[in-house]
Each structure stands twice: as structure tokens, then as C-alpha cells.
């Protein structure tokens, strides 16, 4: 009847010691080791998205099967979980039995002096002219800071039994337990956190922290809803780049200022220069200086004489000469009937080079800063499908909408600041000026702090478990009981490395020569 | 600050010096290693537990009486010399990189290799004081000279500042510990090769019957791979930890695993595995020495492929 539960208990309790079994720790640690490799050698959704749908798009139905696996997201993925938990298991496992036995042993005595000290691995053995009280009061006094315990033997014979190096278990646990504590504070901070970017023109614009719908990208946490972040308003007052003669950047600035807390009301602005390894830290949040373009200026003067200003950030294509691409749209005012309002809109789509040189009549840019500002366009007329329902990039411009007829490409003119395209219609769309953006990131992580914490802990528990050797030593000290009346002892010194022999063995022949010594110069003195 | 062209030179030609120096030594061991005594099993466990056995009050002294060197020997320690000699140019070669430049002489692949190697250079001479293993010398050479001239060949960068994203502190010490923590990997990844060469052959005198016997016996090469590794994988977890703080200030988060940092996450863990593995029956010696070659492995493809194929935030390498 009862043969049932006993076997599921049998079962779980088998499960358990092979659990956490070092071996299957050591396993374990191989396969977290195997699972977080494919991270480093597969694009991942979490870093870059389009390079994951590049890679599918490239492999086929192998692509497809590794993206149902999870490899394209390893450290979401179930078995990369199922590792670090099962892992983590084992872990807690082996720490339980660990700390009762650590609290044991804190208490305990050093062990016995073995019968036979020749037999330890370090073993010495001289014979002195002095008595065996003194020689042991020799040996406390050289051993001082060991854990001791003095006693008696047989036929008058005393020993003591020496122990040190208790913190090395100490510091193995800490170690061990840090780990747990970074884990978990990790992963709640996984739960809590977010970040999210935004683009803001380096003029003086404002961002405000105060709801996702302000960030062009933003990635929250399991338990963040995107209501509730932390109050906070940044204004980016410029931006300046310097760099070396070869266009490598030598520094980024954005000056900025910021407002939280008590500031939001009273309206006091706070200035900050903000740089790249340099976040302003306010609110619980930080925000980053993450990059920098341009944002070339436009104004269409309509053939009926109104006009518009567009001022749209274009996308850095080269990193280095910050040749740039994107395109500003316009609506042409005064039109009130929506379906000539959507033919009637009109784009500025093409290239922008902040010292612009066309070698072979292509522009194209040979240095960041704004030296020779000059655009490259293609004007385009029609319907730009803004309201079509799709998404589309605020850089380019929907290219089906061309396909279809319903967007005209009508002038294509490369132009200075100043300089202007003139329309077949009658329309002038003059190229004003640059102005510069930022993109700002604003992270939020609660528990990044008890992260470092733990990682400090880590660091001391480490250091301490592997510096410290755990190890004994006996001394024993009998008299030569063969009538010799002058009082002749024999001193045996035993020593045992506990964890790692490495290194004991220059630490024992220093301390049994001086040991030995310290019972002959007792005759002498 | 510009860059001082001058000291620049003078900073390549240490380097190729260095080299160069380091190859003749190189040599130097190879004649010892080939034409030097052969380690005897027995005569190499005595000199491992030295001090212990039963010892009275007289340690056993390396064998004293008229000091006759052998011809081998007297390369082998012109070879030491040569080494030092070595690394007295390759730290030259660093200072004056760094004056140049104006900065710490760690920021791009070139110097980084270039730390990485001296490095491995300091431990195998500080380990050489407490181990009898000189005669291996030429093992631990012969990747750092190819290192060296993968480094002066094929990713030399001119000495110039950095960009915005390293001009921190922590790039003083963040690159600093992590350069010289794998460049101590180096030495056991190495010694433990070479344990796995000599335990193969204790095991079965017929295999590496040329090899092996020459080599100092296997629990001297185990004890010299974890002591080496037990001092630079602290090092390593606080460069590791320096990266994230570093991460946290420059990148908006301290850990997003980016390629580098999951790489060497994976070699963190390899090198925790070895430690364990060394004190779990079934995997000391031979399974252990594996764990920590693997481990070296990892730590050199963190350094190559994904600093030169992969792109991640760590692309600093300066090649291009």
C-alpha cells in the first residue's frame, strides 16, 4: 500500500542528490557555457532586429527552425533558463548542507593529533634538550593567530593541534551566495526596468519622461506598463562635435538642461553638459548621450505664396563622414478637401553631406563637421501615403507609392545653403540651413545597485576562497622516557594541506624549522 | 594632445626588437628542451614535495657540490636572460606608445595584443622562481610570438587618440585588468597542453615517447596551471565587473550582451568549471587540463573573431 510514496520519495530524493551533485554542477556549468555561445555568433532580436530578419530572409527553413528555437533570443529562450535555474538549484543544493556544516565547524575543536604523524604528508621530527612544557609554550607562541587545542597523550607525551585558514570557507560561500543575490537582483531588475530613445532636435526642443508615446523606441520591462515612469523633462540646448584631422571624433557635447522633482514645479532648469561616458542622472533615471546628425532646413514657397518650414532629422548612413539620408515631407497648406490635401503633398528625399565634395558628380561627404553643408535631392510630388495605414520611415519615403504612380519624381538638383529648386508648377523650396539632433536614451534599472553590490561581494568571496589555504598542523612533544633524566623531548611536527596542496610545503618547512628550532634555543636560554 | 611621431618610431622598433629577442630565446629553450637532460618520474616528484617528505632540520638543497653546468643549461639560461631582455624592450615598446600617444597604451587591438603578450611573458618569469620548469620556455614563446607579429603585421594601427567612447578612466582600468588577466591564461592554457602531452605519456610510455619525457613531470604542470589560473581568474572576475560598471556610464546598461561580453561570460564559466572540476573526483588531471586549454581557447576567440568578424559595441579594434 504505502510502496507507492515511497518510491515518488524515493525517486525525488534521488533527484535531488544527483541534482546537486558536483558533477551535474560541472555539467550544468558546460552547458550554460555551450548555451550562451550561439548569443555571441547569431544576430539577436534584443541587439538588432533587422539583421535577425536579414538572417532568416538569407537562410531559409534553417533560419526559420533556428528562430523557433529561440536562437535568434538565447537569454529568453526556455532552455537557456531551464540551464540557469537548474543550475542555480544545484547551486542552493550544495550551499544548504555547506552552511550547516560551515556553523558546525566554527565551533569545533581542531581535530585530534593523528597517532602516527610520519604518515601525513608534511612530517618533521628532531629531539631537544629541553622539556616537553616548554616546547609546547614554544609552539603556542610561534603559532599564534592559529586555532589551537592543547592535550594530553599517553605516557606524559602533550600535542597541539593546529587549524587555519577558516576564512577560505568563508569566502566560498559569500562568493557562492553573491552569485545568488546577483541573479536574483538581476532578474528583478529585468522585471522593472526600461529603456527608451528618442530623437530630439539640439535647439533648444524639450523631451519629456512622462509617457511612452514621447520615445521613437522603447523597451520596457515584464512589469512596466509604460504609465507611472519617473517625471523628468530634458531641453537640448546644442550639440558640438570636435574632431581629429582624419574625421575620427575626439569629443561629443550636448549642453543641456534638466528639470525633476520639486524643479517640474517651480520650472527651475538645471544646466548639464552631457557627453558620451558621462549620463545625467536624475529621477532614479539616466540619460545618455547615444549619437548625433543633422537636420537639414527646407522651405517650400507655394506658386499661391504660402509657405511651410520643414525641419526633419535625416539618418547618419556613414558613421565617420556623416553622410547622411532621409526625407522631409510637406502638406500643402490651404487645401481643406482631405483627398486633394493627401495628392498635393510633397517630398524632399536624398542625401546630405556636412562637407560635401562630388568627385565624379555623386555628393558625397569627406569630413563630419559642418564644413560645405550640401543636399542632394530628388523632389517628389503626389501622395505620399502617410494615411495609407502602413508604417513608414521617417528617412525615406514609401517607394510603392512612386511604383503606383500616385507619387511623382518630379527635379532632382544638388544644392548649397541657400540655393533653391524651382518646380515646373511654380513652387520654390529653398535649402536653408542645418541644424543638428541628439538621440538620447533614458534607462531606468532599480536594482542596479544591489547588482554592484553582490558583483563586490563576488569579488571578496573569490579573492578570500582561493587565497586562503585551509590547514592543519601537530605538534607533539614526548619525553624519551628511556630514564634519560636531562629531560630529552622528541618534537614531531605533521602538517595537511585541506583544500589545495599548492604552496603548503614552502609554508610547513619554514614553520617546523622555526618550530623545531624555538624547542633547541629553549635549552640554551 | 597630438601624437608624437618620434616617439612613435622609436616605440615600433622596440616592439620588432622585442620580437625578435623573444624568437632568439625561443631558440635558446628549444636547444635546452632538445638537447637537455630527461625529467625522471621520480626526480621530478621529489622536487615537487621538497620540503615535505621527512625532513629533519636540513631542507634538501638543489643538488650543491661544484656547480658544472652542462652545455644545454647554459642555454637555458641564456634563454632566461634573452626573455628578460625581452620584456625590458616590449615594456619600452608600451611606455613609449603611451607618451606618444598620449594616453594608456591600450587602445586598439595592436597595443592590446601587444599588453596581452608582455603580460604572459612577466608570469612565465615569475612562475620559472618557484617552479623547475624553465625548459618549456619555448612552448609559452611560441604563441606569444605569433601573437606579436599577427599583432605588428596584420593590426598594427598608428599611435593616435581614441574615440569619445573610450576617453574615460575606466579604459585605464577596465582594459588594463583584462589584458592582464588573459595574458596569464596564457601560461596555464599552455602548461596544461602540455600536462595533457605528459599525462598521456605516464600513463602509456609509448605515447609522445620523444616528447614527453623531457617535460617536468605532470603534478608539476597541473599545480603550476592552477596556481597561475587561481590568481588571474579573481583578476579576470574584477575586469569583467570593471566592464560592466564601464558599460553602465558609456552604453546605458551594464550587461546586454553584446558578442564580447557573452564570449567572455562563456569564459568566465570555463574557468569556473575548471576550478570545480579540479576538486570533483573523475575530473582532476587529464579532464581538468582540457577545461582550462578550452578555456584559453575561448578567451583567444574572444580576442580575434569577435573583435575582427562580429560587430558588436567592443568594435575597437582599429583595423580596417
Keep these: ?525 | 594632445m597630438p601624437v608624437n611621431t618620434n616617439l612613435a618610431t622609436f616605440s615600433d622598433w622596440a616592439y620588432t626588437s622585442a620580437a625578435a629577442v623573444y624568437i632568439l630565446a625561443m631558440i635558446f629553450y628549444l636547444v635546452e628542451q632538445a638537447f637537455g637532460r630527461v625529467t625522471k618520474r621520480a626526480q621530478a616528484r621529489e622536487l615537487v614535495t621538497a620540503g615535505g617528505g621527512d625532513t629533519v632540520l636540513d631542507e634538501p638543497q638543489a643538488p650543491s657540490g661544484p656547480v658544472e653546468r652542462d652545455r644545454p643549461e647554459r642555454f637555458g639560461r641564456m634563454a632566461v636572460a634573452l626573455t628578460v631582455l625581452g620584456v625590458l624592450l616590449h615594456v619600452g615598446s608600451l611606455v613609449l606608445r603611451g607618451l606618444a600617444a598620449g594616453r594608456v597604451p591600450w587602445g586598439n587591438m595592436y597595443e592590446y595584443g601587444a599588453l596581452f603578450c608582455l603580460v604572459a611573458v612577466v608570469t612565465w618569469l615569475v612562475m620559472l622562481r618557484k617552479f623547475p620548469v624553465r625548459r618549456l620556455g619555448a612552448f609559452v614563446l611560441v604563441p606569444v610570438v605569433i601573437l606579436m607579429l599577427i599583432g605588428g603585421m596584420g593590426l598594427y594601427t598608428d599611435a593616435a587618440p581614441v574615440q569619445p567612447a573610450l576617453q574615460s578612466y575606466w579604459l585605464v582600468i577596465h582594459v588594463s585588468v583584462i589584458s592582464a588577466a588573459s595574458g596569464m591564461l596564457l601560461v596555464p592554457g599552455v602548461v596544461s597542453l602540455l600536462f595533457m602531452v605528459r599525462a598521456a605519456n605516464e600513463a602509456n610510455p609509448g605515447r609522445f615517447a620523444r616528447l614527453a619525457p623531457r617535460l617536468p613531470a605532470a603534478d608539476v604542470l597541473d599545480r603550476l596551471a592552477y596556481r597561475t589560473t587561481v590568481f588571474a581568474f579573481p583578476l579576470y572576475t574584477f575586469g569583467l565587473i570593471c566592464g560592466a560598471i564601464w558599460a553602465e556610464s558609456a552604453w546605458g546598461r551594464f550587461w546586454g550582451w553584446d558578442p564580447k561580453e557573452t564570449t567572455a561570460f562563456v569564459a568566465w564559466v570555463i574557468y569556473a568549471a575548471y576550478l570545480h572540476a579540479r576538486a570533483t573526483a573523475g575530473w582532476r588531471g587529464t579532464r581538468a587540463a582540457v577545461v582550462n586549454v578550452l578555456g584559453f581557447a575561448t578567451m583567444v576567440f574572444n580576442l580575434f573573431f569577435v573583435n575582427l568578424v562580429t560587430t558588436g559595441l567592443h568594435s575597437y579594434a582599429g583595423v580596417g
Design chain 1, 1 to 525: 500500500m504505502d510502496s507507492r510514496p515511497r518510491a515518488v520519495l524515493a525517486f525525488l530524493r534521488n533527484t535531488w542528490r544527483g541534482l546537486t551533485a558536483m558533477r551535474t554542477a560541472l555539467s550544468l556549468l558546460f552547458l550554460l557555457a555551450l548555451a550562451a555561445m550561439p548569443g555571441a555568433l547569431l544576430p539577436q532580436r534584443s541587439l538588432n532586429a533587422p539583421k535577425v530578419d536579414q538572417y532568416i530572409a538569407d537562410h531559409g527553413w534553417w533560419g526559420r527552425l533556428l528562430g523557433q528555437l529561440g536562437f535568434f533570443d538565447v537569454y529568453a529562450s526556455v532552455w537557456f533558463s531551464a540551464i540557469y535555474v537548474l543550475l542555480f538549484v544545484s547551486l542552493i543544493g550544495c550551499l544548504l548542507p555547506r552552511t550547516v556544516e560551515y556553523a558546525r565547524q566554527a565551533r569545533a575543536k581542531p581535530v585530534l593529533t593523528p597517532r602516527r604523524l610520519e604518515r601525513m604528508p608534511h612530517h618533521a621530527r628532531s629531539t631537544v634538550d629541553t622539556g616537553v612544557a616548554d616546547v609546547l609554550a614554544g609552539a603556542r607562541q610561534r603559532l599564534r593567530g592559529w586555532r589551537l587545542v592543547e592535550r594530553e597523550e599517553a605516557d606524559g607525551a602533550r600535542s597541539i593541534s593546529a587549524e587555519r585558514g577558516f576564512l577560505r570557507e568563508t569566502g566560498n560561500l559569500v562568493f557562492h551566495f553573491a552569485l545568488l543575490g546577483l541573479l536574483v537582483s538581476f532578474a528583478i531588475g529585468k522585471m522593472y526596468s526600461y529603456e527608451g530613445q528618442v530623437i530630439v532636435q539640439a535647439d533648444g526642443s524639450e523631451f519629456c519622461n512622462s509617457g511612452v508615446y514621447n520615445f521613437d523606441s522603447f523597451k520596457p520591462g515584464l512589469r512596466v506598463d509604460g504609465t507611472d515612469l519617473d517625471q523628468f523633462c530634458v531641453k537640448v540646448k546644442d550639440f558640438h562635435g570636435s574632431y581629429l584631422p582624419n574625421g575620427q571624433a575626439k569629443d561629443y557635447l550636448a549642453p543641456i538642461e534638466y528639470q525633476s522633482g520639486d524643479d517640474l514645479g517651480t520650472g527651475t532648469w538645471r544646466p548639464y553638459d552631457l557627453r558620451v561616458n558621462d549620463p545625467l542622472r536624475t529621477a532614479g533615471d539616466r540619460v545618455y548621450l547615444l549619437g548625433h546628425g543633422y537636420t537639414p532646413k527646407f522651405t517650400v514657397k507655394y506658386p499661391d505664396g504660402q509657405t511651410r518650414v520643414g525641419a526633419t532629422q535625416w539618418k547618419p548612413d556613414d558613421p565617420i563622414t556623416l553622410l547622411s539620408e532621409g526625407a522631409t515631407k510637406f502638406d500643402r497648406p490651404g487645401v481643406t478637401d482631405p483627398e486633394q490635401q493627401r495628392k498635393s503633398q510633397l517630398a524632399v528625399a536624398g542625401l546630405f553631406a556636412p562637407s560635401g565634395v562630388s568627385p565624379n558628380g555623386v555628393l558625397t561627404s569627406n569630413f563630419p563637421e559642418l564644413r560645405a553643408p550640401e543636399v542632394a535631392v530628388d523632389v517628389y510630388q503626389g501622395d505620399l501615403g502617410l494615411d495609407s495605414g502602413r508604417g513608414q520611415s521617417i528617412f525615406t519615403i514609401d517607394q510603392s507609392m512612386v511604383a503606383k504612380g500616385a507619387l511623382t519624381k518630379v527635379k532632382r538638383q544638388q544644392l548649397k545653403v541657400g540655393e533653391h529648386i524651382d518646380l515646373p508648377d511654380g513652387t520654390v523650396i529653398t535649402f536653408d540651413g542645418v541644424g543638428q539632433w541628439v538621440s538620447l536614451e533614458v534607462a531606468h534599472d532599480p536594482t542596479q545597485t544591489y547588482v554592484l553590490g553582490f558583483a563586490v561581494l563576488i569579488i571578496l568571496g573569490l579573492g578570500t576562497s582561493l587565497a586562503i589555504k585551509r590547514r592543519r598542523l601537530w605538534v607533539r612533544a614526548t619525553p624519551t622516557g628511556d630514564g634519560d633524566p636531562s629531560g630529552r623531548t622528541v618534537v614531531e611536527v605533521g602538517g595537511l594541506a585541506r583544500t589545495d596542496q599548492a604552496g603548503y610545503g614552502e609554508e610547513f618547512t619554514s614553520l617546523s624549522r622555526e618550530l623545531l628550532l624555538a624547542a633547541r634555543g629553549g635549552r640554551e636560554s
